[in-house]
């Protein structure tokens, strides 16, 4: 007798399989769970064959497995004569062109599916071709995700003749292609016509700063159906493509997010959209991210936004508006009440641009968002934001990371957050606060009632530090996350932590990955856990 060399794993995975085939087959399994499991071609058919039969299953998740061109065309045999399957998740496999124009076959007689999960396979130009044939004959599938593959323009054609005769398609999400300005043109031109397309996301292509991809994008916002969220970002389209899209935005009154970040656009492009935004009534979100403003861009966008009142969320990371920029916008906020959101990390921003920010704060009331990240605050601009969170009354998150923020600066803001009666996140990832600075914080939460997470990941907090923030969780009754990840808490802090949490109602989740704890420490928190509603990392 031939001996069995399987593994202990795979032989669990085998039997597992047999189990939900087995439940599959009775009509006794509604969801099908299978992700990280190593499943590849081999038992696919098996799996198919269960599906196929079952007139229970409506979701199936196989994420992140090994499933090549054959076990996706057995899968797609079952998804053909499926009744009832209406999600099916194949993120991260090895399915080629083969498979992918099976599961076009599937959709000529499927009437069941509506969400289809193909991100991070192998599907190129082929494939995409054979698919398109079956969407055309398709009317139930509503999102399909082709996130990370290989599709370009003659892909993306064919699935744009596809769509002038599929009308179920709400969300296309074609993100990481290789699609360039044809594919693009292509694109856009036949969802002219598509009356249920709400969700458009090619970001992370290659359409460049091509005048007819640009034409094309905002004749759909002018003309087109009602596309709600637009993500573009990552294509290079520069100041000529961003030119007849935010023209477009002027009159458009049904798109609501518009993702145009990493493009180039620069100041030139900044001043075309703020000419939209005097004007739009509809978009709420606009991100901006890596685009290369500058101060005067930033003015430009500050002054457009003066009288707007439909915008609430600003992205502005990773630009280049440092101080001249930040004040442009401080102005804003003093004119504009419309505005929640504002996110401006990683933009140079220095001690100047914060206090105007800060002086900005201590009349608005709207804003509930402020990420300030990775910048250049030193103590003169802490001080003085921390001075403005005594009086404001609208910010609930503050997000100052990579500041080099040290126990004077934390000091500062924890004085302010023992009055303060809004902020429910502080987030001061990567910073240099140590014992002092967390100290002071934890008298802060003593008498703060709303803080509900606190983010102090990777600072130079020991147990000191650690014993502190304990105590104060003794007495507190709002906070439900703490991360104190890479840090230097040891036995001593982390044992004083579990008794603080065996009194404690309120933190459900404590991350306390990368630090030094031994055997003691982890034993306490062991056994804290077991007796409370904590997750604990």
């Not at 994420?63 to 057995?74: K, L, S, W």
């Not at 099916?88 to 007689?109: C, E, F, P, Y």
């Not at 916002?221 to 573009?232: A, C, M, S």
């Not at 492009?269 to 009534?281: K, P, R």
Request: aromatic share 2%.
């Amino acid at each position: 007798m031939a001996e069995d060399d399987s593994t202990p794993r795979e032989t669990a995975v085998d039997e597992e399989i047999e189990n939900l085939v087995s439940a599959l087959s009775a009509n006794t399994l509604t969801y099908l769970e299978l992700p990280f499991r190593r499943i590849d071609d081999s038992v696919t058919d098996s799996l198919a064959d269960g599906i196929q039969a079952s007139t229970s299953v409506v979701g199936i998740n196989l994420e992140r497995n090994e499933i090549g061109d054959e076990g996706c065309t057995a899968l797609a045999r079952a998804m053909g004569a499926s009744p009832c399957v209406e999600t099916l998740n194949l993120m991260s496999n090895r399915i080629g062109d083969a498979g992918m124009i099976a599961l076009g076959n599937a959709l000529k007689t499927n009437t069941s599916l509506t969400h289809l999960n193909l991100q991070l396979n192998e599907i190129g130009n082929k494939g995409m071709s054979g698919f398109a044939v079956g969407l055309r004959q398709n009317n139930t599938l509503a999102i399909l995700n082709l996130k990370g593959n290989q599709i370009g323009d003659k892909g993306i054609s064919a699935l744009a003749e596809a769509l002038q005769k599929n009308s179920s398609i709400q969300d296309l999400i074609l993100k990481a292609n290789d699609i360039g300005p044809k594919g693009a043109v292509a694109l856009f031109t036949s969802l002219q016509t598509h009356e249920g397309i709400t969700s458009i996301n090619i970001g992370g292509n290659h359409i460049g700063p091509n005048p007819a991809a640009g034409e094309a994008i905002a004749a759909i916002l002018e003309n087109g159906p009602t596309v709600h969220h637009l993500n573009i970002a990552g294509n290079a389209i520069g100041p000529k493509g961003i030119t007849p899209i935010a023209e477009a935005l002027k009159a458009n009154k049904y798109l609501f997010e518009f993702k145009v970040g990493d493009n180039d656009l620069g100041n030139k492009g900044a001043q075309s959209l703020a000419q939209c935004l005097s004007e739009n009534q509809t978009l709420t979100l606009l991100d901006l991210k890596s685009n290369s403003i500058g101060a005067r861009g930033c003015s430009f966008l500050a002054e457009g936004l003066k009288d707007n009142q439909t915008l609430t969320c600003l992205v502005l990371d990773r630009n280049k508006i440092r101080d001249e920029g930040t004040e442009a916008l401080a102005t804003l906020l003093r004119a504009n009440n419309a505005l929640k959101a504002l996110h401006l990390g990683s933009n140079k921003i220095g001690n100047e641009g914060v206090a105007a920010l800060a002086e900005a704060l201590k009349e608005n009331e709207s804003l509930k968002v402020i990420s300030l990240g990775s910048n250049r605050i030193e103590t003169e601009g802490a001080t003085a934001f921390a001075e403005a969170l005594k009086v404001n009354h609208g910010v609930q998150q503050v997000n100052l990371w990579a500041n080099d923020f040290n126990d004077g600066n934390a000091s500062s803001l924890a004085e302010a957050l023992k009055v303060n009666q809004t902020v429910e996140q502080v987030n001061l990832w990567s910073n240099e606060i140590g014992d002092e600075g967390v100290t002071a914080l934890a008298e802060a939460l003593k008498v703060n009632s709303t803080i509900q997470q606190i983010n102090v990941k990777a600072n130079k907090i020991g147990d000191a530090g650690m014993a502190a923030l304990a105590e104060a969780l003794r007495v507190n009754k709002s906070v439900q996350q703490v991360n104190l990840e890479s840090n230097a808490i040891g036995d001593s802090g982390s044992v004083a932590l579990a008794e603080a949490l065996r009194v404690n109602a309120s933190v459900r989740g404590i991350n306390l990955l990368g630090n030094k704890l031994g055997e003691a420490g982890e034993n306490a928190l062991s056994e804290m856990v077991n007796t409370k509603r904590v997750t604990l990392q």
